[in-house]
Nanobody, 116 residues
Framework: QVLPVESGGGSVQVGESLRLACTAP????????IRWYRQAAGKQREWVST???????YYSGSVRGRFTVSKDESKDTVYLQMNSLKPEDTAMYYC??????????WGQGTQVTVSS
C-alpha cells in the first residue's frame, strides 16, 4: 500500500493562512475521493473537507467559507487552503483516500498550530 503524504503545516498567528498538500500516488487513476481530517489534542478525529474524484468539494460547517479544497490531478495532489485561521483550527491534519481501488491507509499527518 502507498501511504498518502501530508505537508504544509506550521505555526501561524490568528487570521493568517496555510496551504496543506496531500499527495496520494494513484489516487487520480483509481478514482479516489480524498478526505481531510484533523485531530486536536485530547479530541476525536473529525472530518474537515472532501475533494470528490469528479471534482466536487465538501466542507464541514466549522471551516466552510474559510477553507478551500482543490486538486492537481497531474500530481495526484489535493490542496487545502486554510484562511482566517483560528486557535480552534490547531490540530494534526490528515488526508485519506476513499474508493474501492484506493489505499485505506492513513498518512503521518501535518501539524497546524494557530496562536493568538
Amino acid at each position: 500500500q502507498v501511504l498518502p503524504v501530508e505537508s504544509g503545516g506550521g505555526s501561524v498567528q490568528v487570521g493568517e493562512s496555510l496551504r496543506l498538500a496531500c499527495t496520494a500516488p494513484g489516487a487520480t487513476s483509481n478514482g479516489c475521493d480524498i478526505r481531510w481530517y484533523r485531530q486536536a489534542a485530547g479530541k476525536q478525529r473529525e472530518w474537515v473537507s472532501t475533494m470528490a474524484s469528479e471534482g466536487t468539494p465538501y466542507y464541514s460547517g466549522s471551516v466552510r467559507g474559510r477553507f478551500t479544497v482543490s486538486k492537481d490531478e497531474s500530481k495526484d495532489t489535493v490542496y487545502l487552503q486554510m484562511n482566517s485561521l483560528k486557535p480552534e483550527d490547531t490540530a494534526m491534519y490528515y488526508c485519506k483516500q476513499f474508493g474501492s481501488r484506493c489505499s485505506p491507509d492513513w498518512g503521518q499527518g501535518t501539524q497546524v498550530t494557530v496562536s493568538s
